[in-house]
């Protein structure tokens, strides 16, 4: 069975306190992972798309890697408006009547708290 | 800018009632999908649909339905609420890759 595990379930940081989310995956047929930020009360936000081992993204202070079963989101020096949970998804592949599609599946995220 | 917009922000609905959440898409998209998304299981995929008047079933169908008339518009159907329906829902859009979210619906059933 696919699975998408997160960890840790929820962190604390500092204000500079830098650290890394843990997004590890045991899936058939991937066809890529994504980072998504989700405020409360509102939908995900995506952040980055990773499509083979080795790859990087950066945006302001997040990068985003990953390897064959995991990938990382590290935070440097993170800030309070950084403050939100951050999910992964890996999209997987299938067939069906319609031909080749493919669905997402979730982790289920990791809050993030920045105090000042 | 992607732009996914849901009929209603929230919605308190009364247990046998039936419910139309509705998502529009302005982009063209092809791929749109209906989550629930609920304190500790995470987000959960109802249906999507791949193409006008296209669905398959996600991981959990029951108790929903959906429909796709037209390219930019998706409909969850509720055919008769229940209290265990109470949760955020979430409609999603995408070309390939990522998946853009609208800003959801928090349904009550009471």
């Known amino acids: 069975e696919d699975q998408v595990t997160q960890s840790p379930e929820a962190l604390r940081l500092q204000e500079g306190e830098s650290s890394s989310l843990n997004c590890s995956y045991t899936v058939s047929g991937l066809r890529g992972l994504f980072w998504y930020r989700q405020d409360p009360g509102k939908g995900p936000e995506f952040l980055f798309t990773l499509y083979s081992a080795g790859e990087e993204k950066e945006k302001e202070r997040l990068k985003a890697t990953l390897t064959k079963k995991e990938s990382f989101l590290h935070i440097t020096a993170p800030k309070p408006e950084d403050s939100a949970t951050y999910l992964c998804a890996v999209r997987i592949s299938y067939f069906n009547s319609g031909g080749s599609n493919y669905k997402l599946t979730f982790g289920k995220g990791t809050l993030l708290t920045v105090n000042p | 800018d992607v732009k996914v917009t849901q009929s209603s922000r929230y919605l308190v609905k009364r247990t046998g009632e039936k419910v139309f959440l509705e998502c529009v898409q302005d982009?063209?998209?092809?791929?749109m999908f209906w989550y629930r998304q609920d304190p500790g299981l995470g987000l959960r995929l109802i249906y999507f649909?791949?193409?006008?008047?296209?669905?398959e079933k996600g991981d959990i169908p029951e108790g929903y339905s959906v429909s796709r008339e037209k390219k930019e518009r998706f409909s969850l159907i509720l055919e008769s609420a229940s209290t265990n329906q109470t949760s955020m829902y979430l409609c999603a859009s995408s070309p390939t890759g990522p998946q853009y979210f609208g800003p959801g619906t928090r349904l009550t059933v009471t």
């Open positions: 649909s791949y193409d006008v008047k296209m669905k």
């Open positions: 982009m063209d998209h092809e791929n």
